[in-house]
């Protein structure tokens, strides 16, 4: 048992089995299991189930699936007058799956607000490289001339895609990345944009909170 907010949650320990218990089983804070591996199978059933792991480099495999989930609909990103600005001026350009480990690496070097360290652990690097080389991770780089000064990364599930992470050197290059990206999925016809947790900045951008069930219900479609 794992105690969270002065309640008790039963929480699953993983072993080898290659499964997951129902998301519906997560605790409040949307932690749904402990253990198990990195595996490429295991984290495409995890990404397929609506799951994904979150943990620091001292502790075992965190597995989560919060309710309700962050996500955006690629045809309702929002685009401020300042960024169409951006967007036109050609300050930047945009790359993708030039290099994903760069990406990776950017993202962990990110001072984030109220969040001490990095959960873009050696492990999660190896791990999300070898879903690149699948095909199944995907990054966007934006550069400023030849200098990388931003981008994103995440899993791309064909129809969906679940934002990972991303990093911003210069003012509005994560922005840029984001829009660019959603842009992209509209026009491949992508349901939706995984978001994972509500963040000021994610709202901003036009990606609104969604009821887990409902999240994965639209999972399900296609695969």
């Not at 007058?81 to 350009?93: W, Y």
């Amino acid at each position: 048992m794992l105690e969270n907010s002065g309640n008790k949650f039963p929480i699953t320990f993983l072993g080898d089995r290659l499964e997951f218990p129902s998301v519906e089983s997560a605790n409040e804070d949307g932690l749904l299991a402990v253990g198990g591996d990195l595996s490429l199978d295991r984290l495409m059933l995890a990404y397929k189930n609506g799951i994904f792991p979150w943990f620091n480099d001292d502790s075992l495999v965190l597995w989560w699936s919060p309710d309700p989930r962050m996500v955006l609909f690629p045809n309702k990103v929002k685009v401020s007058k300042s960024m169409r600005k951006v967007l036109r001026d050609g300050t930047f350009k945009l790359t993708k799956d030039t290099c994903f480990l760069e990406v990776m690496k950017q993202c962990a070097n990110m001072e984030r607000k109220g969040q001490e360290g990095t959960w873009i652990t050696p492990k999660m690097k190896a791990a999300y490289l070898d879903l690149h080389k699948q095909g199944c991770a995907k990054s966007y780089e934006v550069w400023e001339g030849n200098e990388l000064v931003g981008g994103l990364y995440g899993v791309d599930l064909g129809h969906v895609f679940c934002g990972e992470s991303m990093f911003s050197l210069k003012p509005n290059a994560s922005k840029f990345a984001f829009i660019e990206m959603a842009r992209e999925l509209k026009e491949k016809n992508y349901l939706l944009i995984d978001c994972q947790v509500y963040t000021p900045h994610l709202e901003s951008l036009g990606a609104e909170l969604m009821p887990r069930k409902q999240f994965v219900e639209i999972l399900k479609i296609g695969l």
